[in-house]
């Protein structure tokens, strides 16, 4: 099975920096799209950043471009998320996924496997 385990989320005041990991077990991790989303409180979740197989390719949602950079280690089988210039609404449970289908997604239905997520908040 594939599995995948996060981890670096926590509490940090506005402005500052979040590093979040994701790491993948099973499968062939190079022959998988992932993807960051997030949900807040009351809210659906939302897709944030995406890498391509071999990390050639990025994307991001318009509210996190140029403030979180995705990025990915092949030989680790190792998935980031920086995350800079933080705001309070960046508050949210983040989760990292995976997909086999396609180089690179950005809809939750192109997502075959979940992390379990982690809590990022962001205090005023």
């Known amino acids: 099975q594939v599995q995948l385990v996060e981890s670096g989320g926590g509490l940090v005041q506005a402005g500052g920096s979040l590093r979040l990991s994701c790491a993948v077990s099973g499968g062939t991790f190079s022959r998988y799209a992932m993807g960051w989303f997030r949900q807040a409180p009351g809210k659906e979740r939302e897709f944030v950043a995406t890498?391509?197989?071999?990390?050639?390719?990025?994307d991001y949602a318009d509210s996190v471009k140029l403030r979180f950079t995705i990025s990915r280690d092949n030989a680790r089988s190792t998935v980031w998320l920086q995350m800079n210039s933080l705001k309070p609404e960046d508050t949210a449970v983040y989760y990292c996924?995976?997909?086999?289908?396609?180089?690179?997604?950005?809809?939750?239905?192109?997502?075959?496997?979940w992390g379990q997520g982690t809590q990022v908040t962001v205090s005023s």
């Open positions: 996924a995976a997909t086999g289908r396609t180089p690179w997604a950005r809809l939750i239905r192109e997502y075959d496997y």
């Open positions: 890498i391509s197989w071999s990390g050639g390719f990025t």
